[in-house]
């Protein structure tokens, strides 16, 4: 398997764009979970979907965040407008039903750079 | 809620020299605890967990850690490290509700 895939691995853009991180999970997984990670915070949970459907947003950290699984391959994180404290690495992970507690594979991240 | 303290921030260790990360958490109630590793540039990957029996757990390679429930600490060893054992290593909580609290990490230079 290929694993978790992100796209893209960098991006740099400007304050005040939109930016679009994307997820592809391991074929099979129905968990889907979204972290962050900054020197500040380190890793921070902040959204998890089970089938398609969000079950836990309480990390995304505002309205200018959102996130949707529109199929089991396929998930978006959108920032807009992005603003320079979201620099951080965005990892996606996915699981399985029954081993979601001890196997969550992570993706490579996508790092993510506002000027 | 769940928390974790990783002790140590930094770890410098020579080649072949056994290494020892330590993590303490708080929980209310049972939790589960996990030890991943972050070599450059890279995502996560787990090392080893413990989800209940036996208090040692051991994990890829040559790592184990040990759960102490008195101690609320789990706390990860290897004998003998090799240079490609340079990584960030972080210690993890969760509950049964599958959210993973991740503690700020180690970062663990094995030099030769």
């Known amino acids: 398997d290929a694993g978790v895939i992100q796209s893209p691995r960098h991006e740099v853009t400007e304050m005040g764009q939109e930016v679009t991180l994307r997820c592809k999970p391991i074929s099979g997984h129905d968990y889907l979970f979204w972290y962050r990670q900054t020197m500040m915070r380190g890793l921070e949970l902040l959204i998890y979907f089970n089938n398609n459907v969000p079950i836990d947003d309480s990390g995304m950290p505002e309205d200018r965040f959102s996130a949707k699984m529109p199929n089991a391959s396929f998930s978006t994180l959108k920032i807009q407008p992005s603003e320079p404290r979201d620099s951080a690495v965005y990892f996606c992970?996915?699981?399985?039903?029954?081993?979601?507690?001890?196997?969550?594979?992570f993706g490579p991240g996508t790092r993510l750079t506002v000027t | 809620a769940q928390s974790v303290t990783q002790l140590d921030s930094q770890v410098p260790v020579f080649e072949e020299a056994p290494v020892e990360l330590r993590c303490n958490y708080s929980?209310?109630?049972?939790?589960?605890l996990f030890w991943y590793v972050q070599y450059p540039n890279q995502g996560l990957q787990l090392l080893l967990k413990y989800l209940s029996g036996s208090t040692l757990v051991k994990g890829i390679n040559g790592f184990e850690a040990e759960f102490n429930k008195s101690q609320t600490s789990f706390h990860l060893r290897k004998p003998s490290v090799h240079i490609s054992d340079t990584a960030e290593y972080f210690c993890a909580v969760s509950g049964r509700d599958y959210k993973l609290s991740f503690g700020a990490g180690t970062t663990v230079t094995v030099r030769a």
């Open positions: 929980s209310s109630v049972s939790v589960y």
């Open positions: 992970a996915s699981s399985l039903s029954g081993r979601v507690l001890y196997e969550q594979y």
